[in-house]
């Protein structure tokens, strides 16, 4: 069970024998991809301990405060996983979010009774092809990252590969499709490229968008595609082959295509450079 801040650590000044159990920036790195929750976290309201000295899974409740000056409690772990598929700035807060889409009320009378949910439909558009065959879908959304279109650039300028596939086809419906939609894919390789960033309001790939990522990365992998992800704002990597870049630049591109070869193997990968 969660425990105030002032309990937890007085329990781990006894259990470790110390007045100062975890020094200040001792954990750094493992909040530095939460901007929004950096913003929201105030020692002065927390017994004068810094976020840096939380460990992000601690079971202890924090008191946060949101930029419209909410309070509200909630653990490292509740915090770190409350952005969902929205992209306002107010998905850090729960009262924001709250206000931000307003409960409907409900009519005066006797309950309804509930219906059962419909089955979700898989979407018709998606071709019937080969589990693993890359293609162009009609349904992936266009590129919107001035950053995705400059990598693509230096991919097909570094190697001669197919272009003009957006979309593979996997086993299992992925959300309303039997499709997923990698940012650039390299059919010939089979490896799919995806780069990652907290967005404008420190949004994306944290939270319930995070376990979507893992997602989408296994129905490629099942599909026999290898994924790696460039991960950017202190993202930690998702699988074994994601780089974390803080630019991308000629150096970043030439560590993206060794990674290609611990895939695929020199020989397959210097095939196919320009």
């Given amino acids: 069970m969660a425990e105030r801040v002032e309990a937890w650590w007085a329990r781990r000044q006894f259990s470790r024998g110390v007045d100062v159990p975890y020094e200040i920036g001792t954990y750094r790195e493992a909040w530095a991809a939460y901007p ?29 405060q949101c930029e419209a000056g909410h309070l509200f409690a909630a653990t490292p ?18 009262e924001c979010a709250t206000l931000a889409v307003p409960p409907r009320v409900q009519p005066a009378g ?17 071709p019937d092809l080969p589990v693993g065959e890359a293609f162009r879908s009609e349904c992936a959304p ?38 997923v939609w990698p940012d650039i894919l390299l059919p010939e390789l089979r490896i799919a490229v995806e780069y990652d960033s907290i967005g404008r ?19 490629l ?34 560590r993206l295509i060794d990674v290609f070869r611990d895939i695929r193997g020199p020989l397959l990968v210097d095939a196919y450079l320009s």
Avoid: M
């Fill in 142 to 179: 266009k590129p919107a990252s001035a950053v995705e279109a400059e990598l693509r650039a230096h991919l097909v300028a570094r190697l001669d590969l197919t272009t003009g596939c957006n979309a593979v086809r996997v086993a299992r419906p992925f959300f309303d499709h039997v499709e």
């Fill in 36 to 64: 929004a929750l950096i913003r929201q976290y105030h020692p002065d309201l927390n017994a004068g301990i810094t976020l840096t000295q939380i460990p992000p899974a601690a079971d202890v409740l924090l008191l946060w």
């Fill in 77 to 94: 772990t509740e915090q770190r996983a409350r952005p969902g598929r929205e992209r306002r700035r107010s998905a850090w807060c729960p």
């Fill in 201 to 219: 309001f420190g949004l994306e790939h944290l939270g319930t968008r995070e376990d979507a990522d893992r997602r989408k990365d296994r129905a």
């Fill in 221 to 254: 992998r099942a599909a026999h595609w290898e994924v790696v992800r460039i991960r950017t704002g202190r993202l930690e990597k998702l699988g074994p082959y994601d780089l974390q870049l803080s630019s991308l630049g000629k150096k970043g591109v030439d």
């Fill in 110 to 126: 006797p309950p309804r009774p509930k219906r059962p949910k419909p089955r979700r439909e898989v979407c018709a558009k998606t």
